[in-house]
């Protein structure tokens, strides 16, 4: 009898910051436009010693903006890659427990080949800087450790099962193995 199970991407989760990504570029690519036209008004303040296209002051409105760019770009296409991702962040079968880890790296483990499986909670605080008002927001880690090699973990906050769901799943396939970390 094959039984497996696959847990993937929630959409929704990523669809929000893929949208913060594109008005996060499309407000520094308007900003250095902005920027690069009033150039023209007033490039030659502080730099009369300065000639050619790169000045000073284009410098500084140019490479800091390029930066930010790069910034929301990759928050916008590793968002956009994960909300069109088919791909399994953790699957399970017969055969082993397959996990895509960071960067998109997919590790592949018999269920011979695990010591154990931990579940992880880490708390992550957050001030803002406008008010001063502080918050905090829970990250769900499964922590997966082979006899040979070391640890691979993968966010499961965002995933569309609960760690209910994972690790009854993990524990119906493999009774053997050893979950830390949680009580059920």
Do not use: C
């Not at 308007?30 to 303040?45: D, L, P, Q």
């Not at 296209?53 to 140019?62: A, D, K, L, V, W």
């Not at 499964?142 to 760690?163: A, E, F, W, Y």
């Amino acid at each position: 009898m094959m039984s497996n199970f696959h847990y993937r991407y929630r959409k929704s989760a990523f669809l929000w910051r893929f949208i913060f990504g594109l008005v996060y570029v499309g407000f520094i690519l308007f900003w250095m436009r902005m920027a690069w036209s009033m150039m023209g008004n007033f490039s030659h303040i502080g730099n009369e010693t300065s000639t050619g296209i790169f000045t000073p002051m284009r410098g500084m409105f140019t490479i800091i903006p390029l930066i930010l760019l790069a910034v929301g770009l990759y928050i916008a296409f590793t968002s956009l890659f994960k909300v069109l991702s088919t791909s399994a962040v953790i699957a399970g079968d017969d055969q082993g427990l397959t996990i895509k880890g960071t960067w998109f790296k997919k590790y592949h483990f018999a269920w011979s080949d695990l010591e154990y499986v931990r579940y992880e909670q880490q708390t992550r605080f957050y001030q803002n800087t406008n008010n001063m008002a502080t918050g905090s927001y829970l990250q769900e880690y499964l922590m997966v450790k082979p006899k040979v090699g070391r640890t691979v973990s993968v966010n499961i906050s965002q995933l569309d099962g609960s760690v209910d769901d994972i690790l009854s799943d993990i524990r119906r396939i493999a009774p053997i193995l050893e979950i830390k970390g949680f009580s059920q």
